[in-house]
């Protein structure tokens, strides 16, 4: 099956600098990528996802890059603020076929801390 | 903004004991999951559910596990002889079809004694 990891597992950065988390998949089937964020106590949110037709997608100061070849993608924030301070999750979805893998595997998790 | 719904959101119960967490998806969404995370830890699936059956589960999701959704809007997850390891907190997830990103429930803090 997908097998997901994610590094690194803990991550500081100055306010005002950016941020990368990278994730690589094992499954070369996946074709959808999503990325979860979980504030401490609360659900995991989507805040971005790629499918794999697509090298990059940006949403403000969220970016995600996709290697398909090399099986890896990257969260990247820019112009970081205190409240992205949360622990950040990649995962990883296998292709609907007829076997109905209908899951996401998650990787391990980045914990983002931003410092003042 | 459509919200998956989840009760208790805490519950404590003895070693042993048959615990029933619910959920209520997001009424257009197709495809239901649960998913548990150990303090600290990652987010592990448990099962998927689709067309009234079970479409996956993972090696967690044994024979103390089952789920159901008997009445065409609340999901339930029901764990038979509560283990102190099944202590989690449960998340129930929605979404309109598996290469869609899901959307959580707040969760159920699962501690058992």
């Known amino acids: 099956g997908e097998n997901v990891e994610q590094h690194p597992s803990t991550l500081s950065v100055q306010e005002g600098d950016s941020a990368v988390i990278k994730c690589t998949y094992s499954?070369?089937?996946?074709?959808?990528f999503p990325w979860y964020k979980q504030e401490l106590g609360k659900r995991p949110q989507l805040i971005i996802d790629?499918?794999?037709?697509?090298g990059e997608k940006k949403d403000q100061r969220i970016a995600v890059t996709l290697n398909k070849t090399a099986k890896h993608f990257s969260l990247h924030i820019t112009e970081t603020q205190p409240e992205d301070s949360a622990v950040y999750f990649c995962?990883?979805?296998?292709?609907?076929?007829?076997?109905?893998?209908?899951?996401?595997?998650f990787g391990k998790g980045t914990r983002l801390h931003i410092l003042p | 903004e459509p919200e998956v719904t989840q009760t208790p959101s805490h519950q404590v119960t003895q070693m042993g004991q048959e615990v029933i967490l619910r959920c209520v998806p997001i009424?257009?969404?197709?495809?239901f999951y649960w998913y548990r995370q150990i303090l600290g830890q990652k987010v592990e699936f448990l099962v998927s559910?689709?067309?009234?059956?079970?479409?996956?589960k993972s090696e967690i999701f044994d024979d103390q596990f089952s789920v159901e959704r008997p009445d065409g809007s609340n999901f339930t997850l029901k764990i038979r002889s509560t283990k102190l390891e099944d202590s989690a907190m449960y998340f129930c997830?929605?979404?309109?079809?598996?290469?869609?990103?899901?959307?959580f429930g707040s969760g159920t803090r699962l501690t058992v004694v």
């Open positions: 559910f689709y067309n009234n059956e079970i479409s996956e």
């Open positions: 995962a990883a979805s296998i292709f609907p076929q007829m076997n109905r893998d209908d899951k996401i595997i």
């Open positions: 790629i499918r794999s037709n697509v």
């Open positions: 009424s257009n969404h197709l495809y």
């Open positions: 499954d070369s089937a996946s074709n959808y």
């Open positions: 997830a929605s979404s309109e079809g598996v290469d869609y990103g899901y959307t």
